[in-house]
């Protein structure tokens, strides 16, 4: 049987304070978990209980998070500078946010061709779905996870129902546009949270 301990890791890609509460009510529902409590100013989870940090980890990676190893080796430090580069460099240094400017690219076509000139071409539309595929994966993936194990909809649960109905009444460049929107709007508020974050600390040196 493991023995009870309390663990305290580093959380990264939570954009706001509902991300927090995912990662808190999610490592709770673990088995053998006494207490799961989320900083998110300070992006720490602190765990306390009978289980092992790998299942910790499992869960936190689970529900489309990750967690930063070794933060007192400087990632930690890291993960500041990341917050003092430009935005373009933060938005190209996530993953999905990347496929979302990727997906950007493939809606292009719609909105020119189908929105603004009024045509259906079939290959616009391939190009919107393909863009809705790419930017909504990792989205529709967090939603569904968060929906299996903390039974509630969050925003990404409600943001893929959104985008899925909007693909079968057939408007194809509205729900891919309504993704792409949706992913860097997500990168835009974790930039300024990070921002934030920075400045509380400076002010806390200062003190």
Sequence with gaps: MTESKELTLQISGMDCASCARTVEQGVANLDGVDMSKVMFTSEQLHVRG??????VVGRVRELGYDVVENPKD????AGVEQNK???AGYMRGRRDTRLALLAGLLVLPGILVTELGGLDLWWA???????????GLPVARSGWNNLRINRNLNINALMTIAA??????????EA???????VLGEALEGYSAGNARQAITSLMDVA
Excluded: C, Q
Aim: charged share 20%; hydrophobic share 55%; glycine share 10%.
């Design 176 to 182: 891919a546009m309504i993704m792409v929107l949706f």
């Design 164 to 173: 899925t109905g909007g693909l079968l009444i057939g408007t194809y460049t």
């Design 125 to 135: 539309n391939l190009a919107a779905i393909a863009a809705l595929v790419l930017a």
């Design 85 to 87: 580069r430009d935005i």
């Design 74 to 77: 400087g990632d930690e430090e």
């Design 50 to 55: 009978a289980i092992d940090r790998d299942s």
